[in-house]
């Protein structure tokens, strides 16, 4: 079978892998659609997180772990599902491939799927997990206003699953007036572009400019803000543009440096600092419900389908932030 395996930075080749064989306990799937993630990137760009996202099949590295599927074969001790279900993995690992086998201890990070919803809209569940996630650790109110830097996948991913019980203001900023459009789209209340305005400085305008006690720097007037971008200066953004007391910064990307922060700004402002990484199973099929029930569009992010035979082009695209939001590879 096709599979796209990882051979170093920028470097993923499709190669040719016997099928897995079903294991005993677990089942084997024809992988019909699989996202690349964020976490796929930090693979690809820096070679990060290759062990965590990648599984050893045939002395490959494959790479992809947000696919749908069919199951196809049912290991003789495994027990839940039979062939022909159609599933959602999330976690299992080697989902860039023809085929996936996912053992049985693993079982419970698959997801029956309706009959109604396509497998590309499905492999999309993933990401929206996350953001649930982070929308459930700090749930703003419909007067609540959120600043949200960055709208990627997650970052939009954040904003639908907001959108999809808040009526909370919601401010945007990237630096891609293509993604802009999209946030715009599924609900925020503003966006700025951060190529061109300082966006501190536009959210203190729209949000209000307050003192903080002994403290130089002035604060903005939002409750909540998320950091979905993962740079430095986002993560310092967030930290400033928060009410002078008690917000909360909601830390939801991974960062590739180190950063330093003003502590200070966190002590003199009461501020909580929470971070966003994972989700409960429940989260899982409650991200799933909001998709399968056409409470939040997912098919606005899948910007790009590619066969699998293409996917080392499907990371070229998905690379290029001023084109792709998620991109989905298929399998015919
Ligand atoms: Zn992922």
């Given amino acids: 079978m096709k599979a796209c395996a990882f051979y170093g930075k920028r470097d993923v080749r499709v190669v040719d892998i016997p099928v897995p064989k079903v294991p005993s306990n677990g089942v084997l799937i024809h992988v019909k ?8 990137m930090h693979v ?11 599984k050893k099949i045939g002395g490959h590295l494959i790479i992809g772990h947000e696919f749908t599927g069919e199951i196809v074969e049912i290991g003789p001790d495994a027990d839940g599902f039979k062939p022909g279900d159609r599933v959602c ?12 086998a996912v053992e ?8 029956s799927i309706p009959d109604h919803l396509p497998y590309k809209t499905a492999a999309t569940l993933e990401p929206l997990c996350n953001p649930v996630h982070s929308f459930h650790m700090r749930e703003p109110g419909d007067d609540e206003t959120v600043a949200l830097f960055g709208s990627g996948v997650i970052g939009l991913g954040y904003l639908q699953a ?12 990237d630096i891609s007036d293509f993604k ?14 951060a190529k061109n305005t300082d966006a501190v400085k536009k959210i203190k305008e729209i949000t209000g400019e307050h003192t903080v006690r002994y403290q130089p720097s002035t604060a903005g007037g939002c409750d909540v803000a998320v950091d979905c971008a993962g740079i430095p200066l986002t993560l310092r953004q967030c930290l400033e543009v928060l009410k ?11 960062y590739e440096d180190e950063i330093p922060i003003d502590a200070n700004m966190v ?7 929470l971070g966003s990484m994972g989700y409960y199973p429940e989260e899982t099929e409650e991200a799933l419900r909001l998709i399968a029930d056409g409470r939040v569009n997912r098919d606005i992010l899948v910007t790009h389908t590619l066969p699998l035979k293409d996917a080392a082009r499907g990371f070229e695209v998905q690379k290029d932030p001023e084109k792709s939001i998620k991109v989905v590879i298929v399998n015919e």
Avoid: Q, W
Wanted: glycine share 8%; charged share 20%; proline share 1%.
């Fill in 162 to 173: 907001l959108r999809a019980y808040s009526r909370a203001r919601v401010i945007v900023v």
């Fill in 104 to 111: 049985g201890d693993r079982l419970e990070n698959l997801f």
């Fill in 267 to 273: 002590v003199f402002k009461y501020m909580s600092v």
């Fill in 244 to 254: 002078p007391e008690n917000g909360t910064a909601i830390v939801a990307a991974i």
């Fill in 33 to 40: 659609a699989c996202g690349i993630c964020g976490t796929d």
């Fill in 89 to 100: 993995s999330v976690h299992n690992k080697g989902g860039l491939a023809e085929y996936a």
């Fill in 44 to 54: 690809y760009n820096s070679a990060l997180l290759v062990e965590a996202s990648t």
């Fill in 180 to 193: 802009l459009d999209v946030a715009r789209k599924i609900g925020a209340s503003e966006t700025i572009n």
